[in-house]
């Protein structure tokens, strides 16, 4: 595993604004999981799209196998044998899953007259035989789980005789029995002499999968060493350049005597959300867990009006009808959904542009587009928040996740919302970002805005919640005080059928 497949040397990238790389060297051996780490903004993704030929370097040299290497597009470094696995998947949910794996290279029959399915599923099969993935390839895509979408892509990238293949936050959507099927697919492409770029922010992961660590910060090579070297302290501290505590609540954070703001009695929304009731208080950190298809999202979305439900809501004491999210923001409920890009963001709009999106009418009543109140409150939270951007004008998109979910957060307090909904508030953000949210939402709980937390990780619903809520099969099993909640008690509660 000594032997050397890609080895990048210098590599240096600018955008308008942003040094993105600077002077970066990574090199990749054979059969090796190599783990590529930091904040987001550290320049991970700029280095790999630079590999597979999304943009070019501005200078460096990328040698691949023994040789120099210059790919102009994705197509010409698939071709060699180079691929990535994007966090977003590029596949098409109306076709099957033979048809996703050779799109472009169908087999065909009479002189190519005619397209094989027959013999192109064959071709599935053997492929997917192959890498032990038990998966039916006349199944249509869209039918399948996120986890099955994300193998049948890589199945799609080692199909074009792989050398090298980039792995981006591949396990954010994924269940455990997920992960674990994806790190054995992982680990036989690297018994077989591919060599892995790992992407994650979750470091426990990392010292499970990986060989080395490289770690990124603020586009510069901190360093290179062997995971078996490195604890996940070290790790952090390479990533963010100082300390990250990340120890449990003990207690709950909010007065005995605090008001009830939010009061939900039998609510009910499809076959996901079954007489859910549950208050929260000024000032309150309230946890949302449960396994993946629980229905706390669900939950979330019935009660800002998104989705059609039915049952009682009261806001501060007082009975209110919410059938649509404009309901909900004008009683003073925001709600930061777990797709950010999809329904928190217009990401080829600019940050000022997204942050007054929910307050223009308050703060600019005139026909006048970008006065001094908006300009203003934009400058305000982008300082408060430590949000990363060039200017306000700077398009949305080519902010990093945590700057973006930082956006989102932006707009929500430039409205002044005290009531909060945080779904899945970390996901798909760095160790160093994450610290930063959970400093904000305990001040803004401090604050006395109460907020809704929904997150799969454990240790985060232990470290922010002050009550715990658990959900399975779209009812409440159990709520929990912070002083008595365990991650044992909490899987008791998420696998407890009522």
Do not use: C
Not at 78 to 84: D, H, K, Q, S, V
Request: without cysteine; charged residues 25%.
């Amino acid at each position: 595993m000594n032997n050397t497949v890609l080895s990048m040397k210098a590599i240096d990238k600018r955008f308008s604004g942003v040094h993105a790389l600077k002077k970066v060297d990574f090199t990749l051996r054979e059969g090796e999981i190599h783990a590529l780490v930091g904040e987001n903004g550290a320049g991970k993704s700029t280095l790999m799209k630079a590999l597979t030929g999304i943009f070019p370097k501005d200078s460096g040299e990328i040698h691949y196998r023994g040789k120099l290497f210059n790919p102009h597009s994705p197509k010409q470094a698939l071709n060699a044998g180079i691929a990535i696995v994007h966090q977003e998947l590029n596949m098409m949910d109306h076709l099957t899953v033979a048809q996703n794996l050779f799109i472009g290279r169908e087999s065909t029959k009479f002189k190519g007259l005619m397209l094989d399915q027959k013999k192109q599923n064959q071709r599935a099969r053997d492929l997917l035989k192959r890498l032990n993935m038990d998966i039916d390839v006349e199944l249509k895509l869209g039918n399948l789980t996120v986890g099955k979408q994300q193998m049948i892509e890589i199945a799609k990238a080692v199909s074009y005789n792989l050398k090298v293949l980039v792995l981006d936050e591949p396990t954010a959507a994924l269940t455990d029995t997920e992960i674990e099927e994806l790190f054995t697919i992982m680990r036989d492409l690297a018994s077989k002499g591919v060599g892995m770029i790992y992407i994650s922010h979750r470091l426990d992961e990392i010292g499970e999968i990986s060989d080395r660590v490289t770690v990124l910060r603020d586009g510069e090579l901190v360093g290179t060493k062997e995971t078996r070297e490195l604890t996940k302290d070290e790790m952090i501290n390479m990533m963010v350049g100082r300390v990250i505590y990340e120890h449990p609540k003990s207690k709950s954070n909010v007065a005995p005597d605090a008001p009830v703001v939010l009061k939900i009695e039998n609510l009910n929304a499809g076959d996901m959300v079954k007489g859910v009731s549950f208050d929260l208080h000024k000032g309150e950190i309230l946890g949302f867990a449960g396994l993946m298809g629980a229905g706390r999202t669900e939950t979330a979305r019935a009660l800002y009006g998104a989705d059609k439900a039915t049952g009682t809501i009261e806001v501060n004491g007082k009975r209110v009808s919410i059938t649509n999210p404009m309901d909900a923001v004008r009683l003073g409920i925001g709600y930061l959904s777990e797709d950010r890009k999809r329904y928190g963001l217009a990401t080829k709009l600019s940050v000022i542009d997204n942050a007054v999106m929910a307050s223009h009418e308050e703060l600019s009543p005139s026909f006048l587009i970008k006065n001094k109140a908006l300009v203003s409150s934009t400058k305000e939270y982008v300082e408060k928040l430590s949000i990363k951007t060039p200017s306000i004008d700077q398009f949305v998109l080519n902010l990093s996740g945590g700057n973006q979910q930082k956006v989102v957060i932006a707009k929500w307090l430039i409205k002044n919302s005290s009531i909060l909904i945080f779904d899945e508030p970390t996901r798909g953000i760095d160790v160093g970002a994450k610290s930063e949210i959970y400093s904000l939402m305990n001040e803004l709980a401090k604050e006395g805005k109460s907020i809704i937390m929904i997150s799969s990780e454990l240790t985060e619903v232990l470290r922010m919640s002050d009550r715990v809520v658990v959900m399975n099969e779209g009812r409440i099993t159990g709520i929990l005080d912070i002083k008595d909640a365990t991650q044992e008690k909490i899987m008791g509660l998420a696998t407890l059928h009522k």
